[in-house]
Structure formats: C-alpha cells, structure tokens
C-alpha cells in the first residue's frame, strides 16, 4: 500500500479503492472505488486546468466602446440544454465574461462561446471560471487557448480581439495618430 500526505489529507490506495483521510481535529475517512476514479480524476483535471489558466493577457472592457460599435458582438453560450444569448462583459484572447440570468454551470462545467462580429465568427470550447450571482456574471476560459505558457489565439477571435482593441484603444485612450492628417 503506498501513501501521500497534503496538509491534513493523507491519501492512501488499497486493493480495490482510495482511501482518503483527514486528519485533524475532526476524523474523517472515504473510500473510493478504482471504478470511481476517472470521475474523481476529470474533476482535479478540469480544476487544474482552470487554475492554471487564469487571466492571462489583457482584456477589454466593452462598456468603454460607444455602444453602438460594442454591440456588434453577439456572444452566444451553447451547451446541451441549448443555447442562450448573453451580454459581453469583458474579452480576452484567453476568455471571456458575460452577463445573463441564466447559470451556467459550476466552475469547471464546459460550453462553446460563439462570438459573432460583423460578418466574422468564432466558436470556442470554454469552460466556466466563475460565475457571481450578485451581478448575474459568468467568466469563461478559452480551452486550448494558451500553449507553451503563451496565448494562442483561434485566427477568428485574433481577428475579433483586434478590431475591438482597435476601437478601444482610438476611444478610451483618445489616440490622435500623428502624421494621420498629412497623409
């Protein structure tokens, strides 16, 4: 029988299971099946990847776009109960919030984001980050948006990103590009 210990979580394996043991104050001791394992193992992987995927690179606040520019973007979440349409908060090329009363999922509950700009469209594996009730708020994690430690866009939502930074940046930080009436 081989053991690790984490903290207060000793977790030993047994012939037909996992044993799992907090030690503390309180005792408490589970056994998990083998049969139950690959479930339990989804779980870590998806919060992992979660974790270690977190706000990497900038992202931009659509309410500082004129609203009528912002609103081209139409994000859709579709899952298997369907597809609802939801209200862009903020973008990144990693990820993406969105406002709808609709609740997605728990952290680490997978969908595709469909952004679609003008005559441009995206769909995208993401899954749910976290979602704050308060403000009806859900954040996204593009799926295999990061490789190598670096973001690793999709050319559709490059191209989506692009063009609202553009917009962003020649609106919120009132850029006059020098020489641009000479030309």
Same mark, same amino acid.
């Given at each position: 029988?081989?053991?690790?210990?984490?903290?207060?979580?000793? $977790?030993?394996?047994?012939?037909?299971?996992?044993?799992?043991?907090?030690?503390?104050?309180?005792?408490?001791?589970?056994?998990?099946?083998?049969?139950?394992?690959?479930?339990?193992?989804?779980?870590?992987?998806?919060?992992?990847?979660?974790?270690?995927?977190?706000?990497?690179?900038?992202?931009?606040?659509?309410?500082?776009?004129?609203?009528?520019?912002?609103?081209?973007?139409?994000?859709?979440?579709?899952?298997?109960?369907?597809?609802?349409?939801?209200?862009? $908060?903020?973008?990144?090329?990693?990820?993406?919030?969105?406002?709808?009363?609709?609740?997605?999922?728990?952290?680490?509950?997978?969908?595709? $984001?469909?952004?679609?700009?003008?005559?441009?469209?995206?769909?995208?594996?993401?899954?749910?980050?976290?979602?704050?009730?308060?403000?009806?708020?859900?954040?996204?994690?593009?799926?295999?948006? $990061?490789?190598?430690?670096?973001?690793?866009?999709?050319?559709?939502?490059?191209?989506?990103?692009?063009?609202?930074?553009?917009?962003?940046?020649?609106?919120?930080?009132?850029?006059?590009?020098?020489?641009?009436?000479?030309?």
């Amino acid at each position: 029988m081989s053991e690790i210990r984490t903290g207060n979580l000793l $977790i030993r394996t047994k012939e037909e299971s996992v044993e799992f043991e907090f030690i503390g104050k309180g005792f408490a001791c589970v056994d998990v099946a083998c049969s139950e394992l690959p479930e339990l193992l989804g779980f870590f992987n998806s919060y992992l990847r979660m974790q270690s995927n977190r706000r990497t690179g900038f992202r931009i606040t659509l309410s500082q776009i004129k609203s009528h520019l912002a609103d081209r973007l139409c994000v859709t979440v579709a899952m298997r109960q369907g597809q609802v349409t939801a209200k862009p $908060i903020d973008l990144s090329l990693t990820g993406i919030c969105v406002e709808s009363s609709y609740h997605f999922g728990r952290a680490g509950a997978t969908v595709d $984001i469909i952004l679609n700009y003008g005559q441009h469209h995206a769909v995208l594996p993401a899954i749910v980050v976290r979602h704050e009730g308060a403000v009806d708020h859900t954040a996204f994690h593009f799926v295999d948006s $990061i490789n190598d430690g670096e973001a690793d866009p999709t050319p559709e939502l490059e191209f989506i990103f692009r063009e609202l930074e553009s917009l962003w940046l020649d609106q919120c930080l009132q850029l006059e590009w020098a020489g641009a009436a000479e030309l």
